[in-house]
Structure formats: C-alpha cells, structure tokens
DNA sequence: CAAATTTGTGTCTTTATGACACTTTCCTGT
DNA sequence: ACAGGAAAGTGTCATAAAGACACAAATTTG
C-alpha cells in the first residue's frame, strides 16, 4: 500500500476517539469510566473508547458509539463531539491526538449491565479526585461537565439523562444535579412549554401529594433551544 | 520503530488540520482559500491546513496556527477548534478525519500580502458556489460560518475581525455582515458597556456626522459572553 | 378527616433587548 | 458665516422571558 501524497505519513500523530459518558444516579452526576487493560497507564482508570477501526467505522461518531456500546452494551440517548486534545505530551508514546465525545444516558438504561462487570463503573464527580485517571482524561472530563452544564441553561439536552417517561420533577432534579442550583419550577415548565418538544401522557404516583402528569419525548423532534440561559 | 500498543497502527485513519479563516471585507464575509498544489483534487481550492508536524508542533492548534501563518504571514487575531469531520469517503485515500479551526483576522492585516500571492485568496461567501472547491470544505465552511453566527449573538468575538482601534459603528457594521441582519445600535452600546473588555481612546472623523469615539480591546481580557442571544 | 406534601396555576417583579425619538457634534455647500 | 445634513450618542418606553412567590388542587398518611 503506496502513500504518494503524504512523506510525513510515518510520523503520523495517534488518534484515538473516547467520551465522557454521563448519568445522573442517585441525585449525582456520574461519569463511566474503564479500567485500562493496555499500557499506557495500565490498570488505571480512563475514558471508554480506542482506536478508530477504518474496516468496521463510517465515521469517528460511530467508533464512539461502538466503543460505548462495548461497555454498555446500549447506544446513549445523546451524544455529541466535545472536542479534540492534543499534544506531544498527553500520551509518553507521542504526539496524540484524542477525538472525545461527551453522552448521556438514564442511568436504567445501562446500570444493570455495568453492575456485571468490573472494569467499568459510574464515578461520581465529586469522588473523582479520588482516583488514579489515566492521561489528561481529569482535565476532559472537568471540560465535558462545563460544556454539559452550558447546554443545560439553554436546551433541553438534560432530558436525555431520564426514562422514556418522566415528569417534570424527575426533569427539574437532573438539570439541577448537572448545573449545581435550584432552578424555579415554573420557568422550567414554561420552557417545556415553549420547546412543543414533549407529550403529556397520564399520571402517575410520587412520594407524597398529587399525582404527576407524565411526560415523553415526541419522536423524531430536534431538541429545543432558548435564546436566554438560566441564571447562576 | 516498534509499535507494541496498537495493532491497527497500519491503518490508522489520515489526520488533518485545516482552518476556516474569516474576514469581513468590503462589507462581506469572506473566507481564506488556497489553490491546491498536491493530489487530491489538485488545482482546486480548500481550506489552508495539512498534516501535524510532529517535530514542530506542541499541539493542532499550533499545527493551524503555522499552516494560516504560511498563507497569511501574520497569526489570526482569534482561533478556535471547530469540531472534526470524519468520514470513510471523504478523502479517496480512505478513512480520513480533519480537525476543523476557525479563526478571525482583521483584512487590513492579511489583504498585502494575500495579494502577492496567487495561491490563496479571499472568497465571498456569496460567491464560494462559484469555486471548485475540495474535499467537504464548502460543508465545512458552512458549519464554522453558522457557529460564527451564533457566537456573534451572545459573545464580542466578532471585535476580532477589526483592527486594533475601531469604532462602535465598525464593530456594529462587522456584527451585522456576520449575522446577516441589522442590529440595534443602543443594544450594542449596553453590551459594550457591561462587557467592561473596550477602553475609549480619543475621536477620529468618519463620514458626515459627529467625530465617533475610538475603541481598543483592553489587554489580555477574557472575550466577554452574555446571558441572552441577540434576536434574529 | 386533618395535616403534610407535592403538583400545577396565577401574577407581579426583574432584567436585557427592541424600538425609536431626540440631542449633540461635526462637515459641507452656498 | 450659517443652514442643513448626517452620523454619534442619550433617554425612555415597550416587550419578552425568567425569577420569585403565593395559592389552589390532588393525593397519601396518621
């Protein structure tokens, strides 16, 4: 196999694809993390994900997904490019380049799975500091959560933490577990409102006091946006 | 030069950086394109970009930085990652991924030496349906012109396609090439104000009317964001 | 059946932007 | 020199969406 275009190609820099996958699991953000069976950084803690497989991947969306999928055994419910982290240093093998994804999934969806295996498990954010993180995947993470926490003040993304069905308290408490405050109730129904992107089914039984209106995702929809962010 | 990490080395999908490199010129958007020298689609115009040096670069954003550098002699007065492209078709040597920067120079830094040259020109993002242009780079282009747009309604990013001192009508002018529609001049004003990242100078004569206060971005200031989006 | 609790509604306040009139300053032409 | 035009800059009211909070409705528990 001839290269003509590219001398340089030996030299090429590593490129790896990972995701910062999050769910919120009892009242806390949590974040997937994979016991590294590789070096470098051998029995670490990492971010899932590899190398792109160019016989299997359309495209780097789809290695994310695969590898995701190795861990979860489900595709997330969103998923989304963060950005990409190089440089000489991050990787002792050489200049690297990792293309890194951030998702969401409910914490249903996946937990069952992972409580069967043992290298991986949901880390709770604020335990972080707590463990042995491979590369510069701290620093990631901390930018995904920002990032997350952006969307969350202007989009409805945060929806895609739950259930097929849900209600609004279920939805209040995941985007106040994601930006760390207490937002009002009536701003956030007033936006679902707006957003025209969800159906009201039937009730539903919750701790004490009157029953809630359960909702769901209208298929197909894209998700909202706001032209203002929810105050900090 | 033994590989023992990764298997798949042998294929390891081609990386790129390229960079969408915006001007406001002649009261229009442009962007920076170069005629191709190599395969493929040699003769055809892309975006400024090519492989990571390793030996050189510390990183991709320096990679953009030295590719725009090499077109345009001067660093961008802003840069920022865009997000990666990949796909198993849109290189015909296979599976290729580019990471995307877009960035924001004043004209009247680049235009000389941009016109000594015949392998780079500006383009009118009007008129880029009239060019042959390589690789996805017309979707690309769109991509960072849409990312541009919404950036220009809650951020001052758009102060960076102006020279050092300026005025708030330069500033609304670029603003409005940007977003494709008027905004208020009072609007502007406030943000100027709250934003505390300008310091007023002395006057300077424009067309008809009254002298118009003159402007500087102050040193080393964060870009400043807002809580709500311009309306459009 | 009363108390506690959560859901859902009504409404007033707050804040930043939109709209637009009005004043100020400077240039130009006669 | 002066009138008129033109852009710069200010003042202010309207609008829209969020914040704050009271209150009513529904359901469980003791």
Known sequence: MTKPYNINDFKNPLFTVDSV??????????????RRANEPFIHQWGLPGGFVDVDIDQSTDETALRKLKEKTSVAPQYL?????????????????????????????EVSCHIDTVDDAKWVDLEELDDLAVAFDHRFIIEQAQHRLQQKALYSMVPVYCLPELFTIAQLKSVIEVIIGKEIQRKSLIRRIDAS???????????????????????????IAHFERNLSM
């Not at 996958?21 to 994979?34: A, D, H, N, S, Y």
């Not at 963060?82 to 050489?94: C, H, I, K, T, V």
């Not at 359960?214 to 929809?221: A, E, G, H, R």
């Open 80 to 108: 989304e490019q963060l950005q990409a982290f190089s440089s000489a240093y991050r990787d002792p093998r050489g200049f690297s380049v990792t293309l890194v994804y951030y998702a969401l999934v409910a914490e249903q």
């Open 196 to 222: 025209e992107m969800f159906e009201a089914l039937d009730e539903k039984v919750k701790s004490g006091g009157r029953l809630a209106q359960v909702y769901k995702v209208k298929p197909d929809v894209d």
């Open 21 to 34: 996958l999050f769910t919120v699991k009892e009242g806390r953000l949590q974040v997937l993390m994979v």
